[in-house]
């Protein structure tokens, strides 16, 4: 079974600049987090997104948002991109709610 | 806000040798997760662990949830280079039906040959 896959890899934008991220869950699983990863601040969430809705949300700015599609498979985007959004995200999947979750590889954005 | 302090933050070892990293918290998790993690990877699930007392192993990996389900601890056995990497625990926030995660700050593990 394949893994979470998450799309592009790498990405460098410039501030000011707006950016959409891809996450395609473990075939079957209808949950999906994701998560921003900095080395001041480790890993932190940002949303989950469960049957096309959002059912938590972490502590960041209104310019992070995401959306879930009916085949579970869910974007991110930031808008109005800043220096500090350097980061890698990383997206993860579950089968249920509450189950564990299986992490992608993530998508290392570089602000410039 | 739920917080998890993970310990130590680094660890330098020889090969053979045994390390235990300590993961507290002053919250109560519905579960907490082990994971491991490369450089420029994302991070891999080690195990689960759910009730509270419960003891795990995996192979020369030993993880332990402490009664109260606030605590964890992740013992390696005779240690091998292979086994070098970025440990990092992360407790399932019960409000939120275990959907969000809390990691700690991770433990940078080094094993020497």
């Known amino acids: 079974k394949a893994g979470v896959t998450q799309t592009p890899r790498y990405l460098i934008k410039t501030r000011g600049q707006q950016v959409t991220l891809s996450c395609s869950p473990i075939?079957?699983?209808?949950?999906v987090s994701w998560y921003q990863q900095t080395p001041g601040q480790g890993l932190q969430f940002l949303f989950e997104?469960?049957?096309?809705?959002?059912?938590n949300k972490g502590n960041f700015p209104g310019r992070f948002s995401g959306r879930q599609f009916s085949n579970s498979r869910s974007e991110m985007n930031v808008s109005t991109l800043e220096l500090g959004d350097s980061a890698l995200y990383l997206c993860?999947?579950?089968?249920?709610?509450?189950?564990?979750?299986?992490f992608g590889p993530g998508t290392r954005l570089t602000v410039l | 806000t739920q917080l998890l302090e993970q310990s130590p933050q680094f660890l330098s070892i020889q090969e053979g040798e045994n390390l235990t990293v300590y993961c507290n918290s002053s919250?109560?998790?519905?579960?907490l997760q082990w994971y491991r993690q490369e450089p420029g990877e994302g991070p891999v699930l080690l195990v689960t662990?759910?009730?509270?007392?419960e003891v795990k192993k995996l192979k020369r990996l030993t993880f332990q949830f402490g009664d109260a389900r606030k605590d964890s601890s992740l013992h390696i056995t005779a240690a091998q280079p292979g086994d070098t990497g970025l440990y990092l625990c992360?407790?399932?926030?019960?409000?939120?039906?275990?959907?969000?995660?809390?990691f700690g700050e991770g433990t940078q593990l080094t094993v020497n040959p």
């Open positions: 992360a407790g399932a926030d019960k409000e939120t039906s275990g959907s969000r995660l809390t």
């Open positions: 662990v759910v009730t509270g007392g």
């Open positions: 075939s079957g699983h209808r949950s």
């Open positions: 997104y469960f049957s096309e809705t959002q059912r």
């Open positions: 919250s109560v998790f519905s579960s």
């Open positions: 993860a999947s579950s089968l249920l709610r509450g189950r564990a979750q299986y």
